[in-house]
C-alpha cells in the first residue's frame, strides 16, 4: 500500500476527531474498538495479521485461547515469510507455556519474554503494530492476547494510521525497541520456555491449593448451590407452561447439541411436579447421564430408577428406560401409569418401536426433544408432537447467547502429494504413514484446550478408524476405535469405559482420542471432548452439525473446542459453510459469502478459517452444485412438515428455508413445481395458458426485488383495484407491466422476414396486464379475468409479498435516489435492465459495457477461462487484462478495435454514473457482484492481438472507486 497524500489522512483524521459528517477513506480513519458484535479485537488482528508483510505485538499475557482463533492466519504468515516479533512478560505468570510453545513452532517469528522479577516496573503493554509497505497500522487499548479479551469482555482499543515519519509512531518503535533490547527481555527458546514453565506450574499450584482452603473454610449456603435455569430453559418452561394451559398434550423442544435439553426437560418437570414420569432414550449410555442430571434438579423430592437390561427399577417415581426394554414389557404398564413422558432423539419416533408406545400409553404430557428435527428419511416429527414446537433454538442462536463453549473451525486441505488430491476411495490412500503423519502434525500444532488432549476422530468408515487407530498407537498416542462392527460381547459397556477413559484427568489411565464412523454423531454426552477431528466428506449439514457438537458442550477448564476438518476434492464440500452457517436457502451467493466471512458474521468467541486451498475447493463446490433438484424437494419437505400444510412460495423466504429464486429457476413457477411434488395440489382448479404465461412473466421480472415499481403497482391493483400513476413510476415500468420487457419477434429461417405465426404463438409476447386512465393504473380485462381464478390471485400475491420483502431487507437501506444498485449485491444484466429504467430486456446486447441515459455499466469476468494452445482466447470471450491493483485502482481493457480516442471510450467517460459489476468466474453463473461506481483517472493507447494474430486497437484504462472494495471481497475475486 503506498503512503497516499498526507490530505487523505488529514481527511480521515477530522472524520475520527473534529466532524463525522466529513468524508474520507475509512481505510485510514481511526477506529474505537470494544468487542461489540462486528467489531471485535479478534477480527481487527485477524485481518490485520492476513493483509500485513510485518508485524509486533506487545502484550503482557498470551494465552492458547487467545492464539487458537488466529492459528490459520499465523500459519499463512509463515508460509508466505511474513516476519514478526512478539514480546509478552512472566507477570503473574498469566502467560501459558503451551501458548509460547504454540509461537516457538512458527520460523517467521521472533518471541521474547520480558521477566519483571527483579524489575524496579512492571510489564502491562497492549499494543499491535502492523506494517503494509509503507502504511503502518497501530491499535494500542486494554486488550492481552487472551480469548476474554480480544472478544468477550468489554475493551477500550483503538486503531490508527501512520507513516514512518510521524511522531508517535517513533515514540512507540523507540520504547518497543528499548523493552526488546532490555536485559529483562529473555529470548524464548527451549531452555527459558522450560524454566518459565516450572514457575508457572508451581504457582498455578499454589493458587488451587488457596483456593481448596477458602473452599473448605466457607459455608455454602442451599441458596448458593441451587441450579436455575438458563435463558434457552426459561423461555421453553414458559412457552411449554401457556400451551398446556390452553390444552396441549403434546410439545416439541428443538435444541441444538449441548444446550441442555435434558436440563431443560427436568426443570419443566420440576414445574408440572407429575406424580410419575417416563424418560425414554435409544441407547443404554444416556440412561445414567439423564438420570444425574433430573437427581441434580429434584435432589431427594423425587425416587428415579432404571429400566434397562438386567435392570428393574420401574416402580420409582421417574423411570430411566430404553427403548428395546420398553418396548418389550409396555403391555405390563397401565396406560395412564405416567404423568409425563419424555422422548429423547424424538426424530427416532417414526420407528415402530416408538409408534407402539405413542399408540399405547396417555399421559397428561408427551415432550420430544431433538437437535435435529429435519430428517432426510420423510419422518414428519412435527405432526407426532401436533406441530407444538415449545422453543426452538439452532446453534447459532446459541453460540450467540453463550449456551455452548466456543468452538474454533479450521477447514484444513487434506493430505496432497505433489499438490494433488489422493483418491481416498483406495483405502490404502486413507491411511498411508504420510497421511497420518500430516493429520498428527495438524492436530499438534493447532491443540486444544485444557490440561490433556481429550480427542474424537470421525472416519469415513469403519476399516479405516481401526488402522488409523493403530498407527497412532504406534506414534506414541493412546487411542481406541468404536464403531457398530466392533467384535465385544457387550458394546455399551466398551463405549462408557473409553468415553470414562477419554474424560479422566488421569494421564497414566486416560486415553487421547476415540477413533469412530458415526457411533457418536447423537445420543452421547462427553463434555470434556476438546478437540474433534473429522476424516470423511459432508454428506448432510445434519451429520456435519451433530459431529461439530460433540464438542460443544462445556466443561470446567475447557475453554474452547478445536474443529479441525480435513476437506479433500468433494463435490458437497458446499455443505460445509452451509451447515456452519444454518442458512437453508442454498443461495450460493449466501454461502460464498459465508466462507469469505464467517469468522466476522458468527457472533460469540467462536471462529471459523479455511486454508487457501480448502476455501477454493468449496468455492468449486458451489459454482458445481448439481443436485439443486434434490435440495428444493428435501427443503419443500422439511418445510411443509413444519408447517402442516403445503407452504406458499413467500413460506420459504419467511422461514429461512430454500432460496425462492432456486425454486422459480429451476421450475419457472411456483405453480408448476407444486404440479410435479404434490398429487393434487389444487384439487379441481386448474390454471390456464393465458395465467400460466403470466406467472412466468412475473416470476421473472418480480421475485428479487429489483423491479420495486411494478411490484407496488401491482400490490395496489390487487388489494385496492388501482394504483395511482404519479411522477415516481417511470413510463418504463409501465410498459413492462404492459408486457414490453421479454417481447420477441422471430425470423423465418435465412431470411429477414418475420415469422408472424412463431411469433404470434410466443407466450410471453401477450402478457399485458395493465392499463392507464388518467391518474389511475389498473388491470385490463386479460388481467382482471385472471384474477377472478383464486390460485392464480395467490401466486401473484405471493411473487409480489416475496418482491416487497426481498427489497426492505436487500436493498431499500443500501440504494440512493440516483444509484439503483446496492454495493456487493448480486445483479444479472438483465436486473441493470430493470432499475435502469429500460423498457426491454437488452442483456443480450450488452457484454462488457453498456450506456443507458446517464449510467455506463462495465461487466469483467474476473478469472477468463483458458482457450488452450492454439488460441489467444475463447471465441466472444478475450481475456482483457481486467484486474483490482488494490481496494481502490481497477485496471481495464476497452473492446477490441476501440481505442482512447473512440466514441466506445468517450461514452463511458461522459457518463454521470460510472458503475463496474465483477463475477469471479463463468462457474458463477449470470450475476455479477456490484463493486460501486468509478472514476476515469488515466488512459492510454494499446494493442491486443485477436484470435487471426492480428493486433487491434485497445485503451488501458484505470479506475479509482469511489468506495473502496472491501479486502475480503479483493481476495475473493483475486483467488485462483
Request: aromatic share 12%; charged share 30%; with cysteine.
Amino acid at each position: 500500500m503506498a503512503l497516499p497524500n498526507y490530505s487523505e489522512f488529514e481527511k480521515s483524521n477530522k472524520t475520527a476527531y473534529w466532524d463525522d459528517a466529513i468524508e474520507s477513506k475509512i481505510e485510514y480513519r481511526p477506529q474505537f474498538i470494544s468487542n461489540e458484535p462486528g467489531n471485535t479485537m479478534q477480527a481487527f488482528l485477524d485481518r490485520s495479521l492476513a493483509n500485513c508483510d510485518h508485524f509486533i505485538i506487545s502484550v503482557a499475557f498470551i494465552t492458547r485461547s487467545g492464539l487458537a482463533p488466529l492459528m490459520q492466519t499465523l500459519l499463512d504468515l509463515e508460509k508466505h515469510n511474513v516476519k514478526g516479533e512478539i514480546l509478552t512478560t512472566d507477570y503473574l505468570t498469566f502467560t501459558e507455556p503451551e501458548a509460547l510453545k504454540t509461537l516457538l513452532k512458527l520460523s517467521n517469528i521472533k518471541l521474547k519474554m520480558f521477566c519483571c522479577n527483579g524489575n524496579t516496573k512492571g510489564f502491562h503493554t497492549k499494543g499491535y503494530i502492523f506494517k503494509k509497505d509503507e502504511i503502518i497500522s497501530i491499535s494500542i487499548g486494554s486488550s492481552n492476547l487472551t480469548q476474554s479479551a480480544i472478544v468477550s469482555n468489554k475493551e477500550w482499543n483503538t486503531s490508527f494510521s501512520t507513516s514512518g515519519n510521524g511522531e508517535i509512531y517513533k515514540h512507540i518503535i523507540n520504547d518497543f525497541n528499548s523493552l526488546w533490547e532490555s536485559e529483562y527481555a529473555v529470548e524464548v527458546n527451549e531452555e527459558s520456555l522450560c524454566n518459565y514453565s516450572i514457575l508457572y506450574k508451581e504457582n498455578k499450584r499454589l493458587e488451587k491449593e488457596k483456593s481448596r482452603i477458602l473452599s473448605e473454610s466457607k459455608v455454602v449456603s442451599v441458596e448458593q448451590i441451587k441450579l436455575s435455569p438458563n435463558s434457552m430453559q426459561i423461555a421453553f418452561i414458559n412457552k411449554l407452561n401457556e400451551m398446556r394451559s390452553n390444552g396441549a398434550k403434546r410439545a416439541l423442544l428443538i435444541s441444538a447439541t449441548g444446550t441442555g435439553k435434558t436440563y431443560a426437560a427436568a426443570f419443566a418437570l420440576r414445574d408440572i411436579n407429575p406424580k410419575r414420569a417416563l424418560f425414554l432414550v435409544h441407547r443404554e449410555i444416556i440412561l445414567k447421564q439423564a438420570e444425574k442430571t433430573f437427581k441434580n434438579v429434584f435432589g431427594t423430592t423425587k425416587s428415579f430408577g432404571l429400566y434397562s437390561g438386567n435392570v428393574n427399577e420401574s416402580d420409582r417415581d421417574f423411570v430411566f428406560a430404553t427403548m428395546q426394554t420398553m418396548t418389550n414389557h409396555f403391555e405390563e404398564f397401565d396406560k395412564n401409569e405416567f404423568d409425563v413422558i419424555v422422548i429423547d432423539e424424538a426424530h427416532r419416533s417414526g420407528a415402530n418401536s416408538y409408534q407402539k408406545l405413542l399408540n399405547y400409553f396417555e399421559p397428561s404430557l408427551w415432550l420430544g426433544m431433538t437437535a435435529s428435527p429435519d430428517r432426510t428419511d420423510g419422518f414428519d416429527v412435527y405432526k407426532t408432537f401436533n406441530y407444538n414446537i415449545a422453543h426452538e433454538i439452532r446453534l447459532q442462536e446459541a453460540m450467540k447467547l453463550n449456551l455452548l463453549c466456543p468452538f474454533h473451525y479450521y477447514g484444513i486441505t487434506d493430505f496432497l502429494v505433489d499438490g494433488k488430491d489422493l483418491d481416498f476411495e483406495d483405502f490404502s490412500n486413507l491411511v498411508c504413514d504420510e497421511r497420518v503423519n500430516a493429520i498428527i502434525e495438524k492436530a499438534e500444532y493447532f491443540g486444544h484446550s485444557g490440561k490433556r488432549l481429550k480427542g474424537l476422530v470421525f472416519c469415513s468408515k469403519t476399516e479405516e478408524a481401526e488402522e488409523l487407530s493403530k498407527k497412532f498407537n504406534q506414534r506414541g498416542y493412546r487411542t481406541v476405535a468404536l464403531h457398530s462392527k466392533l467384535k465385544v460381547a457387550d458394546i455399551e459397556k466398551a463405549k462408557e469405559d473409553a468415553i470414562e477413559k477419554l474424560e479422566s484427568d488421569d494421564y497414566d489411565n486416560g486415553i487421547d482420542y476415540i477413533f469412530t464412523v458415526e457411533m457418536f454423531n447423537e445420543g452421547v454426552d462427553i463434555p470434556q471432548v476438546n478437540q474433534v477431528i473429522m476424516l470423511r466428506r459432508t454428506e448432510s449439514p445434519i451429520v456435519f452439525i451433530q459431529q461439530l457438537g460433540r464438542g460443544l458442550r462445556k466443561a470446567d477448564e475447557k475453554e474452547y473446542v478445536m474443529i479441525l476438518d480435513f476437506i479433500g476434492n468433494y463435490d458437497n464440500n458446499y455443505m460445509i459453510p452451509v451447515a456452519l452457517s444454518g442458512d437453508r436457502t442454498y443461495n450460493k451467493d449466501n454461502i460464498r459469502r459465508y466462507v469469505r466471512e464467517g469468522h466476522k458474521i458468527l457472533e460469540g468467541a467462536s471462529s471459523i478459517h479455511f486454508d487457501e486451498i480448502a476455501r477454493d475447493k468449496i468455492f468449486k463446490s458451489i459454482d458445481e452444485i448439481s443436485n439443486i433438484g434434490t435440495i428444493i424437494k428435501s427443503g419443500y419437505q422439511s418445510l411443509k412438515c413444519r408447517l402442516g400444510r403445503i407452504p406458499a412460495l413467500f413460506d420459504f423466504y419467511e422461514n429461512g428455508n430454500i432460496d425462492p429464486l432456486l425454486i422459480l429457476d429451476k421450475y419457472k413457477n411456483y405453480h408448476d413445481f407444486l404440479l410435479k411434488i404434490e398429487e393434487n395440489p389444487f384439487g379441481n382448479q386448474k390454471l390456464n395458458d393465458q395465467e400460466i404465461a403470466f406467472l412466468n412473466y412475473l416470476s421473472i421480472i418480480l421475485p428479487k426485488g429489483t423491479f420495486i415499481n411494478g411490484s407496488r403497482i401491482l400490490n395496489d391493483i390487487l388489494n385496492n383495484g388501482f394504483a395511482i400513476n404519479g411522477n415516481h413510476i417511470p413510463q418504463s415500468s409501465i410498459d413492462i407491466l404492459q408486457g414490453s420487457f421479454l417481447k420477441k419477434t422471430f425470423k423465418i429461417k435465412n431470411s429477414e422476414e418475420i415469422d408472424i405465426e412463431k411469433t404470434e404463438k410466443y407466450a410471453l409476447n401477450h402478457v399485458e396486464m395493465i392499463e392507464c386512465n388518467g391518474s389511475k393504473i389498473t388491470a385490463n380485462s386479460k388481467f382482471s379475468n385472471a384474477l377472478t381464478n383464486d390460485i392464480f390471485k395467490k401466486q401473484v400475491q405471493d411473487l409480489i409479498d416475496i418482491s416487497l420483502c426481498r427489497f426492505r431487507s436487500i436493498y431499500k437501506d443500501k440504494i440512493g435516489e440516483e444509484n439503483p444498485f446496492a454495493l456487493y449485491e448480486k445483479y444479472s444484466r438483465q436486473d441493470v435492465c430493470l432499475l435502469l429504467d429500460a423498457d426491454k430486456d437488452l442483456s443480450s446486447t450488452m457484454y462488457g459495457k453498456w450506456r443507458q441515459n446517464d449510467h455506463v455499466c462495465i461487466f469483467v469476468t474476473y478469472h477468463k477461462a483458458d482457450a488452450g494452445e492454439e488460441k489467444e482466447y475463447i471465441d466472444g470471450k478475450p481475456n482483457y487484462a481486467d484486474e483490482f491493483i488494490d481496494a481502490e485502482t481497477f485496471l481495464w481493457d476497452t473492446q477490441m478495435g476501440q481505442d482512447e480516442n473512440s466514441p466506445y471510450m468517450e461514452s463511458v467517460e461522459n457518463a454521470k454514473h460510472k458503475h463496474l459489476f465483477v463475477k469471479k468466474s463463468d462457474g458463477e453463473g449470470f450475476d455479477f457482484y456490484y463493486m460501486g461506481e468509478f472514476k476515469v483517472v488515466n488512459k492510454k493507447h494499446a494493442t491486443k492481438k485477436d484470435n487471426k494474430g492480428k493486433e487491434r486497437s485497445i485503451a488501458k484504462v484505470t479506475f479509482t472507486m469511489d468506495v473502496p472494495v472491501k479486502q475480503d471481497m479483493l481476495n475473493y475475486l483475486k483467488a485462483n
